[in-house]
C-alpha cells in the first residue's frame, strides 16, 4: 500500500450500545430485570461497566426505558463517556434511537457493538476478540455459540417438521458489532419492511449480507427467567467480578 494511502486510513473507532428500554416482563418481577442486583451493583451497572473499563471502547450509548429516571440508577462512574438516550417500543426501535444518536457524533465507518443490558457475565476477553476479528472485516459480526443441542423446527402445531443440521446450528449472542452507517440502514429498511428484527444481524442479513459469526463464551447468558440469575452470579463470582450475595 502507498504510504499515503496507509496515512490516510483511519484508526478503527469503537463505540457500544446498550439496549436497556425493556420490561422484562418474562421474570414476572415489579422491575425491569436489569435493575435487579447480583452483588452491590445492578444487573445494568455490571454489564456497563465492561464497556467503559475497556480502553478501545470510545463511549457508550445507553438506551433507558421512558419510565426510568437515570438519577436514580447506580450507574459507573464515566467520565462524560456514557450518553442516555430514550428507548421506543421494541428493542429494534430502542437500537435505532441510539444509532441516531451515535450518527450525530461519530463517523459513518465507526463500528458499534450492541450488546444487550441483560448480558452482564461477557468476558472481557470476548470483547476482544470481536475487535481483533472483525476490525477489517467488510461486514461486521456477532458473539455465538455453537449448538450442543440438536434443533428442531416446529411444524406450528406441536409437531417437528424437520430436525437441523447440528454442526452448522449456532446461538446468537450479542455484542453485535457493525459499522454504524450499515447498522442504521439495516435496521430502518428491515423495521419498514415489517421484518421482525430480535439482533442486529437479521437486519444485516435483510440486506444479503453474511455477518460472521465469531465463537464467544458460552458464561454469555441473557438473564430471562428467574433461575438465570443464580447462574449470572456464579460466573460472575468465577470472573472476580461479584462482592456479595444477590437481592431481587
Ligand atoms: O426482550 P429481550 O430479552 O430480547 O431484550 C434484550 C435487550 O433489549 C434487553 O437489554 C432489553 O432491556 C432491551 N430492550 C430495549 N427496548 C425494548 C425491548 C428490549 O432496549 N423495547
Redesign the pocket.
Known amino acids: 500500500m502507498a504510504e499515503s494511502a496507509q496515512m490516510a486510513e483511519r484508526e478503527p473507532v469503537f463505540w457500544a450500545l446498550?439496549?436497556?428500554?425493556?420490561i422484562?416482563r418474562r421474570m414476572g418481577l415489579d422491575r425491569?430485570k436489569?435493575y435487579l442486583t447480583l452483588g452491590s451493583r445492578t444487573i445494568l451497572a455490571h454489564t456497563l461497566s465492561i464497556f467503559l473499563e475497556h480502553p478501545r471502547i470510545r463511549g457508550v450509548v445507553l438506551?433507558l426505558g421512558p419510565d426510568v429516571d437515570p438519577d436514580a440508577l447506580d450507574l459507573p462512574l464515566a467520565g462524560g463517556r456514557l450518553f442516555r438516550v430514550a428507548?421506543?417500543?421494541?428493542?429494534a426501535?430502542?437500537v435505532q434511537n441510539g444509532l441516531d444518536f451515535l450518527s450525530e457524533r461519530a463517523h459513518g465507518d465507526d463500528w458499534v457493538l450492541v450488546h444487550?443490558?441483560?448480558r452482564p457475565c461477557l468476558p472481557a476477553s470476548d470483547v476482544d476478540r470481536l475487535l481483533r476479528e472483525l476490525r477489517d472485516d467488510p461486514v461486521g459480526g456477532l458473539l455465538a455459540c455453537p449448538s450442543t443441542d440438536t434443533i428442531k423446527w416446529s411444524d406450528g402445531a406441536g409437531r417437528v417438521e424437520h430436525s437441523l443440521e447440528r454442526e452448522r446450528v449456532w446461538r446468537a449472542l450479542t455484542p453485535q458489532m457493525f459499522r454504524l452507517d450499515m447498522l442504521r440502514r439495516a435496521n430502518a429498511q428491515a423495521r419498514s419492511g415489517g421484518h421482525a428484527v430480535?439482533d442486529e444481524a437479521s437486519a444485516i442479513e435483510y440486506l444479503g449480507e453474511h455477518p460472521r459469526l465469531i465463537e464467544g463464551s458460552a458464561m454469555n447468558i441473557?438473564i430471562?427467567r428467574a433461575e438465570d440469575l443464580e447462574l449470572a452470579r456464579l460466573y460472575l463470582m468465577q470472573q472476580g467480578r461479584l462482592d456479595g450475595g444477590y437481592r431481587p
Not at 87 to 91: I, S
Open positions: 446498550i439496549p436497556a428500554a425493556g422484562g425491569p436489569q438506551v428507548g421506543g417500543a421494541e428493542r426501535d430502542s444487550d443490558a441483560a430480535t441473557k430471562t
